[in-house]
């Protein structure tokens, strides 16, 4: 009975997603995963590819590597529906037991024949072969913060879900055919190698060596040596801005044309462009990129530049309750349970009038509405919701996705009447409104089924009624 299959390998897909929504973080799991791969000469690159950013999905691994997370989850975390022994027979265990992955790793990437723009950029060529050895090999990453908009799916655990990448299979199916046929043409992939931001600290490790320094100092070979750990000061990631579709396709199309050729070579290849840049800096090429395509509107407007949005990371900053709790749109805010997100307060932000491109009065108006929205949510959680903000977000619509509109409006109205010694009769009133009222005004729904407008006339007309009283 001891080898009687008992869960299909759909089951064990869906135990190991699970395991990834819930275990991002867990650094123990992680390091017993990484251990379990390198003693089978496995590319412990899909560990963070998973877990990370999500370039792998767990239906895309092979057996031998999900036998390797599946053994080292369960021993991490005794979970029974992770049971390796009822996932696999015992002539599968006695295989895996003695199985090393004779293929070599490559570890690297390495464009030849470069053109050197300047420091920050470079451009190219990349064979198919060797687009898909660094595609095999996990060392082009998908960052979907960077990227075109993402699918989110839900799994098991109430409001626990993860970012999917957004592959269109019938893109990628056409582009396979068209790469066999030798008719794709040749169009340009941008590959980002991530700079840190002015808080982040690392150092990422890529280096550019000269054909010949004296006649040829622009043309040479870009290395970069991709490191995963994000605590590491040599943390490097080399990810796709744009021809994430193409690569699939092309990692597909070679696949497929080795098997029917006796492992021989696919010819050809694409133009290439190597990118340095930090990650906000990155999302402004995609913004221009996709600006005029199909990809979700409400996702690249989160990645837009402008003294609007310096404008509200100056309010972000300048607020204990908005500092890093501003997520680039809605469906990230869903994601990572932060308390808004910046594409509705941009909208909203137009409404206030304020001159967010004078740049010295402007700090000083973000300074005053960071502190007011503190002050506001501050003094409603203490004196109505035991001074706990979990219990002020899970008993009330009070910390709403979209209620930092309201926030906004009232802070802003109440800096123009200058009536800002009268935060305890906002809030008394704020508490009083009826919960159907904010249900009505969509205070926890996507951007695309409330509106804006209607949410911060309320507020401004909100607070002008309760200034007014004597």
Do not use: W
Not at 94 to 118: A, C, F, M, P, T
Not at 191 to 216: A, C, G, H, S, T
């Amino acid at each position: 009975m001891g080898d009687i299959h008992i869960y299909s390998e759909e089951n064990l897909d869906k135990e190991l997603k699970k395991v990834i929504v819930k275990e991002f973080n867990n650094k123990e799991l992680i390091k017993a995963i990484n251990f379990e791969l390198a003693e089978k000469n496995i590319n412990s690159n899909i560990t963070s590819a998973l877990f990370q950013d999500g370039t792998l999905t767990v239906d895309k691994l092979s057996k031998e590597e999900k036998m390797a997370i599946t053994k080292a989850s369960y021993d991490i975390l005794k979970l029974e529906k992770l049971n390796f022994e009822k996932y696999y027979k015992i002539e599968e265990r006695g295989d895996y037991k003695s199985y090393k992955n004779i293929r070599q790793q490559v570890k690297e990437i390495e464009l030849h024949k470069l053109q050197k723009i300047d420091d920050y950029n470079y451009i190219g060529r990349i064979s198919y072969e060797q687009a898909s050895e660094y595609m095999e090999n996990v060392l082009f990453r998908y960052n979907k913060l960077s990227q075109r908009a993402f699918k989110t799916k839900s799994y098991g655990t109430k409001n626990a879900s993860i970012r999917t990448i957004d592959i269109k299979q019938k893109n990628v199916n056409a582009m396979l055919q068209l790469i066999l046929d030798g008719k794709l043409e040749s169009t340009q992939i941008i590959i980002n190698v991530r700079l840190p931001e002015e808080d982040e600290y690392f150092n990422p490790k890529y280096v550019f060596q000269p054909i010949d320094e004296k006649k040829l100092p622009d043309i040479g070979t870009l290395s970069i040596e991709p490191l995963y750990d994000i605590d590491s000061e040599d943390f490097t990631v080399a990810e796709v801005l744009d021809g994430f579709h193409r690569l699939v396709a092309i990692q597909q199309a070679v696949a497929q044309y080795k098997d029917k050729n006796n492992g021989a070579i696919l010819e050809g290849g694409l133009d290439i462009r190597i990118v340095m840049r930090t990650l906000s800096e990155a999302q402004e090429i995609v913004r221009q990129i996709f600006e005029r395509s199909d990809t979700n509107k409400e996702f690249i407007k989160g990645f837009r530049q402008g003294d609007d949005v310096d404008f509200l990371k100056l309010v972000e900053d300048n607020s204990k309750i908005l500092k890093g709790e501003i997520a680039i749109n809605f469906e990230e805010q869903t994601m990572n349970k932060t308390l808004t997100y910046k594409t509705i307060l941009l909208d909203a932000l137009k409404l206030t009038e304020i001159q967010v491109e004078k740049k010295g009065s402007a700090r000083d108006i973000a300074k005053k509405l960071g502190s007011t929205i503190d002050e506001l949510i501050e003094s409603l959680k203490f004196k109505y919701f035991n001074d706990n903000l979990d219990e002020m977000k899970n008993n009330s619509l009070l910390l709403g996705c979209n209620m930092f509109v309201g926030y906004l409006a009232i802070a802003n109205t109440m800096r123009i009447t200058k009536d800002n010694n009268r935060i305890d009769e906002v809030i008394d009133s704020l508490y009083t409104i009826p919960k159907v009222q904010l249900e009505k005004l969509k205070i926890n729904r996507s951007p695309n089924s409330c509106n804006y407008k209607e949410i911060y006339g309320y507020f401004v007309n909100f607070t002008m009624e309760v200034l007014k009283v004597a």
